[in-house]
């Protein structure tokens, strides 16, 4: 069952899924240990994107994909943002070579690690790659009307990102000093930190009556993931002509019909026909596509050495 939570600075309620450690007040992202009531050091990446730059840089990138319309960024009209903070687990990961023989064979990673479930915004999972550096100590009312979103993970399982960064480290160096690859590792949760993004939404002329949403980093302005129409060959004329029949009158339906008749070459009671069912038609004349991130993958060499060292 859903266990209701009092945030200790803002005096709001809200509810948190059975097991949850550490609490995210929505409303101003207060973060509460559970189990003791105390408060864990907590901080934040100021966003340096504004609502604007967000927009911008999704649906430039959105023009840039397959099948996308050719203008696109010029014709893409915004239709409202949010600010949403992910919340993060800044951890200390330490790994050695259980051995002993091998004391220079270690390695100390500290590392901010998703805290939320994949999916908690479109496109977002556990590969995104979040900065090291450029936390501040966090204020709640610096983020007044922003979403906040739950820590839904256990630290040991979000830490493990580290522990295993820390662990292939530690074995490849003592790989490479010929000692055993076995090692031991183990991590502490240094405090809770906010994420933002934007979750940014636009509309285009090609899909009348649809809606297209992207979210944007709102610190590097990476674009983690997008919506946009396809329009296929022939359909973008027929689009336009859609978006006219949404506003027609009915003495300007007439018009719209016969449009239709001249650039389709339809018989005029089907022509008619599509003009009166124009609200559906808007929505069926272009599909959509989707764009997701994907980080850029660290290529493993221990395994290589592993190799070597049986070789």
Do not use: N
């Not at 023989?101 to 590392?111: F, G, I, L, M, R």
């Not at 960064?165 to 930190?193: I, K, P």
């Not at 060959?233 to 019909?257: C, I, Q, T, Y």
Request: glycine residues 8%; charged residues 20%.
């Amino acid at each position: 069952m859903p266990q209701r939570v009092r945030c200790p600075y803002c005096g709001a309620e809200y509810e948190v899924p059975e097991g949850t450690v550490y609490a995210v007040c929505p409303f101003c992202g207060t973060v509460v240990e559970l189990a003791t009531g105390r408060r864990p050091p907590q901080q934040y990446y100021p966003p340096r994107l504004e609502e604007q730059d967000a927009f911008a840089a999704a649906v430039s990138r959105a023009s840039q994909l397959p099948g996308a319309p050719r203008r696109l960024a010029e014709e893409a009209a915004p239709a409202g943002s949010e600010l949403h903070y992910v919340p993060l687990y800044v951890c200390r990961a330490e790994a050695r070579e259980a051995s002993g023989a091998c004391p220079t064979a270690a390695e100390v990673v500290e590392k901010a690690v998703l805290a939320a479930r994949p999916g908690a915004l479109p496109g977002l999972g556990h590969g995104y790659r979040f900065p090291s550096a450029g936390r501040t100590a966090y204020d709640p009312e610096r983020a007044r009307g922003a979403v906040f979103h739950q820590a839904e993970l256990d630290p040991p399982q979000a830490c493990r990102e580290a522990v295993e960064e820390a662990a292939s480290a530690a074995r490849g160096e003592a790989l490479l000093s010929g000692c055993s690859g076995e090692v031991e590792a183990s991590h502490e949760l240094l405090g809770v930190a906010h994420y933002p993004f934007w979750l940014t939404r636009y509309t285009h002329p090609s899909a009348p009556g649809q809606s297209f949403t992207a979210l944007v980093d709102a610190v590097d302005a990476t674009v983690v993931y997008a919506e946009y129409p396809i329009p296929t060959a022939g359909r973008e004329k027929l689009a336009g002509l859609a978006a006219l029949a949404l506003g027609a009158s009915a003495a300007a339906s007439a018009a719209v019909a016969a449009a239709l008749h001249t650039v389709l070459a339809l018989p005029g009671g089907v022509a008619a026909g599509l003009a009166a069912a124009a609200p559906f038609l808007a929505r069926a004349v272009a599909r959509k596509g989707t764009y997701r991130y994907h980080p850029p993958r660290v290529q493993k060499t221990v395994t290589v050495l592993e190799e070597e060292r049986r070789a």
